[in-house]
């Protein structure tokens, strides 16, 4: 069965800094690999996704992710924090098949400080 | 196009009462995708439908649940009878395709007591 293991629960960054938050997924085959951002009281949007080709990913806000597939990780970065980034990030991996099914992390969630 | 639009935003009812969550999808979008939020289990996946056919309901949890999906532009989440351990979070999302971006919306917050 896929999984995704997000291990930090909660990450606090100061505002200019950077960030990235850790994403592993255990599947047996390459799956297709999202990010997702919650605010808070809203529903979650996407940040960036991989499917296949460069594994090298830019998405919204400022975000890129990379895949390494040795390493079964798909992390998240971004260069310089802004306090508007201060939410709830979810990685989710879903079946390169008809089974259109996502498989959510626990999320991670990051506060912003002055 | 508005989104995917959730009613009601906020729930409460009482334990034994029967609760329905609605969502209007994003027109055009063939997938439609009920999850569930709770701080114990995170999002689950309930149910998802295809051309508004129900593909996979594994996700949901007992016969409480049921899932309606009457026409491209409404589906329907409804449990009876609610519990107190129904308390979460309900999302719907919907896509173009089943592995494309899943659009969300801002979620139907329901307390059970």
């Known amino acids: 069965a896929q999984s995704v293991t997000q291990p930090d629960i909660h990450i606090t960054v100061s505002e200019g800094a950077s960030l990235e938050l850790r994403c592993n997924y255990s599947?047996?085959?390459?799956?297709?690999l999202f990010w997702y951002v919650q605010s808070p009281g809203q529903g979650l949007q996407l940040l960036l996704k991989?499917?296949?080709?460069?594994?090298l990913v830019q998405g919204i806000k400022g975000f890129e992710a990379e895949f390494k597939r040795s390493q079964s990780s798909f992390n998240l970065r971004k260069p310089s924090v802004h306090w508007s980034d201060a939410a709830e990030y979810f990685c989710?991996?879903?079946?390169?098949?008809?089974?259109?099914?996502?498989?959510f992390g626990a999320g991670t969630t990051v506060t912003v400080r002055a | 196009d508005a989104g995917v639009i959730q009613s009601p935003r906020h729930e409460v009812t009482e334990m034994g009462q029967e609760v329905t969550l609605r969502c209007k999808p994003i027109?055009?979008?063939?997938?439609l995708f009920w999850y569930r939020q709770t701080m114990m289990r995170g999002l689950e996946l309930l149910i998802y439908?295809?051309?508004?056919?129900?593909?996979?309901d594994s996700g949901m949890p007992e016969d409480r649940f049921s899932a309606k999906m009457p026409n491209a532009s409404f589906s329907t989440l409804k449990i009876q009878p609610s519990e107190p351990r129904d308390s979460a979070v309900y999302f719907c999302?919907?896509?173009?395709?089943?592995?494309?971006?899943?659009?969300f919306g801002q979620g139907t917050r329901l307390t059970v007591v």
């Open positions: 999302a919907s896509s173009l395709g089943g592995a494309d971006e899943a659009f």
């Open positions: 599947y047996g085959a390459t799956p297709y």
């Open positions: 991989y499917f296949s080709g460069d594994t």
């Open positions: 989710a991996v879903g079946p390169r098949s008809n089974d259109y099914k996502l498989s």
């Open positions: 027109s055009g979008h063939d997938y």
């Open positions: 439908f295809n051309n508004n056919v129900p593909i996979d």
